[in-house]
């Protein structure tokens, strides 16, 4: 089946500094989503992408479509203590319209 | 809008007993909706994908017996454990599409339900 490569797969950064994440795949995705999930909750959508070189921002989020079709990346700017959580990048892909998830980022902000 | 809830918020059952989990879209409707299953630090798998009146897909590896399905109107989804086992431990969530979201395919999800087994 369709996967998706998640890195880093944990962050620790401090408060103010900016992030990076990304996801590639080996097979094209027509649809690339990016969710934040804390402890004990379920994922929250942050950016839906939809066209190959789109970008797309959310307050301090900003997500890419990957010109290529296989990855994304996300960048949150001027990090803060909530946005600790696990980051997830999923995707639809070919004609199979289930949601695939990468691995996730755990991503840690010393205050 | 695109708010979906489960009930309850977490359960500890025994051994043997069954456990049903239910997912309410509350400002939209979902003619499908999504079961997934987390295990600690690891990603979401997707158990089956529930239809409004129609049998749910499962994927493989997943016991149509033994986590039953139910979507039985478009704002309710349930999840039934039977037989439940310490294995069945786990965080479960669920999903729905929102028609009226972009391309309808973004995917909502609830805030999850955590079964502990004994």
């Known amino acids: 089946g369709q996967q998706l490569n998640?890195?880093?797969?944990?962050?620790?950064?401090?408060?103010?500094?900016?992030?990076?994440?990304?996801?590639?795949?080996?097979?094209?995705?027509?649809?690339?989503?990016w969710y934040k999930q804390d402890p004990g909750e379920g994922p929250v959508l942050l950016i839906a992408l939809y066209k190959a070189?789109?970008?797309?921002?959310?307050?301090?989020?900003?997500?890419?479509?990957?010109?290529?079709?296989?990855?994304?990346?996300?960048?949150i700017s001027a990090s803060i203590p909530s946005d600790v959580g696990i980051y997830f990048c999923a995707g639809y892909g070919g004609?199979?319209?289930?949601?695939?998830?990468g691995k996730g980022t755990l991503l840690t902000v010393n205050p | 809008g695109a708010v979906v809830s489960q009930h309850p918020s977490w359960?500890?059952?025994?051994?043997?007993t069954s456990v049903k989990i239910e997912c309410r879209s509350l400002d939209f409707q979902a003619t499908t909706m999504f079961w997934y299953r987390q295990?600690?630090?690891?990603?979401?798998?997707?158990?089956?994908?529930?239809?409004?009146?129609s049998k749910a897909t499962y994927e493989q590896g997943v016991e149509k017996d033994k986590f039953l399905i139910n979507h039985a109107s478009l704002t309710l989804s349930t999840l039934?454990?039977?037989?439940?086992?310490?294995?069945?431990?786990?965080?479960?969530?669920?999903?729905?599409?929102?028609?009226?979201?972009?391309?309808?395919?973004?995917?909502?999800?609830?805030?999850?339900?955590?079964?502990?087994v004994l």
């Open chain 1, 53 to 75: 070189g789109e970008l797309t921002s959310n307050g301090r989020l900003t997500a890419q479509f990957g010109i290529t079709r296989k990855d994304s990346f996300l960048n």
């Open chain 1, 95 to 101: 004609s199979n319209y289930k949601l695939t998830f």
């Open chain 2, 80 to 116: 039934t454990v039977t037989s439940a086992h310490p294995e069945d431990s786990s965080f479960y969530i669920c999903s729905a599409r929102e028609p009226l979201a972009a391309q309808q395919l973004e995917q909502f999800f609830g805030p999850g339900t955590r079964l502990t």
């Open chain 2, 39 to 53: 295990f600690p630090k690891q990603s979401l798998m997707l158990m089956a994908t529930s239809n409004e009146g």
């Open chain 1, 6 to 33: 998640q890195s880093p797969q944990s962050m620790f950064i401090q408060e103010g500094e900016d992030v990076s994440m990304n996801c590639t795949s080996s097979s094209i995705f027509n649809t690339w989503l």
């Open chain 2, 11 to 16: 359960v500890i059952c025994k051994s043997g």
